[in-house]
Protein backbone atom coordinates (compact mmCIF):
# COMPACT_ATOMS: atom_id res chain seq x y z
CA UNK A 1 0.00 0.00 0.00
CA UNK A 2 1.63 3.25 -0.99
CA UNK A 3 1.97 5.76 1.81
CA UNK A 4 -0.16 9.26 0.94
CA UNK A 5 2.71 11.76 1.14
CA UNK A 6 2.48 15.64 2.77
CA UNK A 7 1.16 17.35 -0.94
CA UNK A 8 -2.27 15.08 -0.07
CA UNK A 9 -2.89 16.92 3.17
CA UNK A 10 -1.95 20.06 2.16
CA UNK A 11 -5.21 20.93 0.39
CA UNK A 12 -8.81 21.96 1.23
CA UNK A 13 -9.99 20.54 4.46
CA UNK A 14 -12.97 19.52 2.20
CA UNK A 15 -11.79 17.80 -0.08
CA UNK A 16 -9.41 16.38 2.11
CA UNK A 17 -11.89 14.97 4.32
CA UNK A 18 -14.10 13.53 1.37
CA UNK A 19 -10.86 11.84 0.15
CA UNK A 20 -9.69 9.93 2.85
CA UNK A 21 -12.84 7.65 2.97
CA UNK A 22 -11.28 4.65 1.80
CA UNK A 23 -8.12 4.65 2.78
CA UNK A 24 -6.35 3.24 5.24
CA UNK A 25 -5.18 3.97 8.66
CA UNK A 26 -1.85 1.74 9.64
CA UNK A 27 -0.58 2.18 13.18
CA UNK A 28 2.23 0.08 14.17
CA UNK A 29 2.45 -1.41 17.95
CA UNK A 30 5.43 -3.30 19.49
CA UNK A 31 5.92 -5.24 15.76
CA UNK A 32 2.49 -5.20 14.90
CA UNK A 33 0.47 -3.15 12.46
CA UNK A 34 -3.44 -2.31 13.42
CA UNK A 35 -5.30 -1.29 9.97
CA UNK A 36 -8.06 0.32 9.61
CA UNK A 37 -10.11 1.74 6.35
CA UNK A 38 -11.78 4.89 6.81
CA UNK A 39 -15.03 5.04 6.46
CA UNK A 40 -16.22 8.27 8.13
CA UNK A 41 -14.95 12.21 8.35
CA UNK A 42 -15.55 15.41 9.47
CA UNK A 43 -13.87 18.69 8.24
CA UNK A 44 -13.03 21.27 10.39
CA UNK A 45 -11.75 24.88 8.96
CA UNK A 46 -10.78 26.89 11.92
CA UNK A 47 -10.83 30.18 10.53
CA UNK A 48 -14.54 30.51 9.75
CA UNK A 49 -15.79 27.67 11.63
CA UNK A 50 -17.27 28.14 15.21
CA UNK A 51 -17.17 24.09 15.91
CA UNK A 52 -13.59 24.26 15.36
CA UNK A 53 -10.76 24.93 18.59
CA UNK A 54 -9.00 27.54 16.84
CA UNK A 55 -12.07 29.58 15.53
CA UNK A 56 -10.79 32.89 14.13
CA UNK A 57 -7.03 30.86 14.45
CA UNK A 58 -7.37 30.71 18.37
CA UNK A 59 -3.98 29.75 19.10
CA UNK A 60 -3.35 28.18 22.73
CA UNK A 61 -1.14 25.38 23.41
CA UNK A 62 -4.26 22.63 22.61
CA UNK A 63 -4.56 24.00 19.32
CA UNK A 64 -1.01 24.74 18.68
CA UNK A 65 -0.30 21.29 16.18
CA UNK A 66 -3.24 22.83 14.16
CA UNK A 67 -0.85 25.72 13.25
CA UNK A 68 1.99 23.46 11.75
CA UNK A 69 2.44 21.43 8.89
CA UNK A 70 -0.05 19.48 7.53
CA UNK A 71 -0.19 15.50 7.81
CA UNK A 72 0.37 15.86 11.44
CA UNK A 73 -1.85 13.84 14.41
CA UNK A 74 -3.85 16.30 16.31
CA UNK A 75 -5.56 14.06 19.25
CA UNK A 76 -7.38 15.45 22.07
CA UNK A 77 -9.43 14.75 24.66
CA UNK A 78 -13.54 14.67 25.10
CA UNK A 79 -15.86 14.72 27.72
CA UNK A 80 -12.91 14.19 30.08
CA UNK A 81 -12.32 10.55 28.93
CA UNK A 82 -12.29 9.59 25.48
CA UNK A 83 -9.58 10.63 22.56
CA UNK A 84 -10.50 11.75 19.03
CA UNK A 85 -7.49 11.61 16.01
CA UNK A 86 -7.89 14.14 13.66
CA UNK A 87 -5.31 14.83 10.50
CA UNK A 88 -4.04 18.76 10.41
CA UNK A 89 -4.83 19.98 6.99
CA UNK A 90 -3.66 23.01 4.22
CA UNK A 91 -0.94 25.44 4.76
CA UNK A 92 0.79 25.82 7.72
CA UNK A 93 -0.42 28.79 10.24
CA UNK A 94 -3.89 27.55 8.57
CA UNK A 95 -5.70 25.68 11.14
CA UNK A 96 -7.75 22.78 10.28
CA UNK A 97 -8.06 19.57 10.45
CA UNK A 98 -9.83 16.59 9.97
CA UNK A 99 -11.78 14.33 12.34
CA UNK A 100 -11.47 10.67 11.76
CA UNK A 101 -14.91 9.64 12.80
CA UNK A 102 -15.37 6.42 11.92
CA UNK A 103 -13.18 2.96 10.18
CA UNK A 104 -13.48 -0.83 9.44
CA UNK A 105 -11.52 -2.67 11.11
CA UNK A 106 -9.24 -4.53 8.15
CA UNK A 107 -5.75 -6.04 10.40
CA UNK A 108 -5.15 -6.57 13.89
CA UNK A 109 -8.50 -7.90 14.65
CA UNK A 110 -7.69 -9.34 17.59
CA UNK A 111 -5.44 -6.46 19.41
CA UNK A 112 -8.42 -4.00 18.99
CA UNK A 113 -10.80 -6.17 20.16
CA UNK A 114 -8.30 -6.84 23.39
CA UNK A 115 -8.07 -2.95 23.38
CA UNK A 116 -11.65 -2.45 23.36
CA UNK A 117 -13.13 -5.19 24.98
CA UNK A 118 -10.16 -6.88 26.85
CA UNK A 119 -11.70 -10.44 24.33
CA UNK A 120 -10.70 -11.72 21.02
CA UNK A 121 -12.19 -11.18 18.18
CA UNK A 122 -13.73 -14.30 17.57
CA UNK A 123 -15.28 -13.76 21.40
CA UNK A 124 -17.25 -10.45 20.32
CA UNK A 125 -20.77 -10.77 19.64
CA UNK A 126 -21.66 -9.11 16.52
CA UNK A 127 -23.06 -6.25 17.86
CA UNK A 128 -19.45 -5.26 19.86
CA UNK A 129 -17.73 -6.04 16.19
CA UNK A 130 -20.09 -3.44 14.28
CA UNK A 131 -18.79 -0.74 17.65
CA UNK A 132 -15.17 -1.86 17.47
CA UNK A 133 -14.74 1.60 15.59
CA UNK A 134 -18.15 3.59 15.17
CA UNK A 135 -17.14 6.57 15.96
CA UNK A 136 -13.82 9.05 16.97
CA UNK A 137 -13.44 7.61 20.65
CA UNK A 138 -14.37 3.94 19.89
CA UNK A 139 -11.55 4.52 16.74
CA UNK A 140 -8.45 5.56 18.85
CA UNK A 141 -9.18 3.15 21.49
CA UNK A 142 -8.91 0.53 18.93
CA UNK A 143 -6.39 1.42 17.01
CA UNK A 144 -4.11 2.23 20.38
CA UNK A 145 -4.03 5.72 19.71
CA UNK A 146 -2.64 7.97 23.06
CA UNK A 147 -2.11 11.31 23.82
CA UNK A 148 1.98 10.47 23.21
CA UNK A 149 0.56 10.72 19.65
CA UNK A 150 -0.72 14.24 19.19
CA UNK A 151 1.85 16.26 16.93
CA UNK A 152 2.98 12.73 15.35
CA UNK A 153 4.03 12.89 11.77
CA UNK A 154 1.72 10.95 9.74
CA UNK A 155 4.34 10.92 6.57
CA UNK A 156 6.73 9.02 9.12
CA UNK A 157 6.53 5.57 10.13
CA UNK A 158 4.78 4.52 13.32
CA UNK A 159 1.26 5.97 11.67
CA UNK A 160 0.23 6.40 8.61
CA UNK A 161 -2.40 6.59 5.76
CA UNK A 162 -2.43 4.51 2.85
CA UNK A 163 -4.28 4.36 -0.62
CA UNK A 164 -6.67 1.93 -0.96
CA UNK A 165 -6.00 -1.17 -3.14
CA UNK A 166 -9.16 -2.38 -2.37
CA UNK A 167 -12.43 -1.58 -4.27
CA UNK A 168 -12.92 2.68 -4.35
CA UNK A 169 -16.30 2.67 -6.53
CA UNK A 170 -18.45 3.65 -3.40
CA UNK A 171 -20.65 6.40 -3.02
CA UNK A 172 -20.27 8.94 -0.66
CA UNK A 173 -22.70 10.85 1.91
CA UNK A 174 -22.56 14.26 3.32
CA UNK A 175 -24.89 15.41 6.15
CA UNK A 176 -24.12 17.49 9.72
CA UNK A 177 -21.55 16.92 12.12
CA UNK A 178 -22.22 15.22 15.37
CA UNK A 179 -22.49 17.28 18.77
CA UNK A 180 -21.91 20.26 17.73
CA UNK A 181 -25.18 22.06 18.46
CA UNK A 182 -23.10 25.06 20.22
CA UNK A 183 -21.68 25.59 16.85
CA UNK A 184 -24.61 28.28 16.06
CA UNK A 185 -24.68 28.31 12.24
CA UNK A 186 -21.79 25.84 11.79
CA UNK A 187 -23.68 23.20 13.13
CA UNK A 188 -25.69 23.14 10.05
CA UNK A 189 -22.56 22.95 7.42
CA UNK A 190 -22.46 19.52 5.59
CA UNK A 191 -19.16 18.54 6.50
CA UNK A 192 -19.28 15.20 7.43
CA UNK A 193 -18.42 12.39 4.93
CA UNK A 194 -19.55 8.87 5.07
CA UNK A 195 -19.06 5.57 2.53
CA UNK A 196 -22.85 5.25 2.32
CA UNK A 197 -24.67 2.17 3.38
CA UNK A 198 -21.03 1.37 5.42
CA UNK A 199 -21.85 -1.07 8.78
CA UNK A 200 -19.08 1.07 10.92
CA UNK A 201 -20.73 4.87 10.11
CA UNK A 202 -21.71 6.28 12.93
CA UNK A 203 -25.63 5.67 14.00
CA UNK A 204 -26.94 9.36 12.94
CA UNK A 205 -30.64 10.08 11.76
CA UNK A 206 -30.24 12.33 8.83
Known amino acids: MKKLDRSFYERDTLVVAQELLGKYIVHKIKGKELIARIVETEA????????AHSYQNRRTPRTEVMFG????AYVYLIYGMYLCMNIVTEEEGMPCAVLLRAAEP???LDEMAQLRFNKTYKQLTRSQKINLTNGPGKLAMALNITREDNGLDL???KMFICESDSD???F???GKRINIDYAEEAADYLWR???KNNPYISKVKE
Do not use: Q
Open 44 to 51: YKGPVDKA
Open 69 to 72: PPGH
Open 106 to 108: VEG
Open 155 to 157: CAE
Open 168 to 170: SNF
Open 172 to 174: IGR
Open 193 to 195: FYI
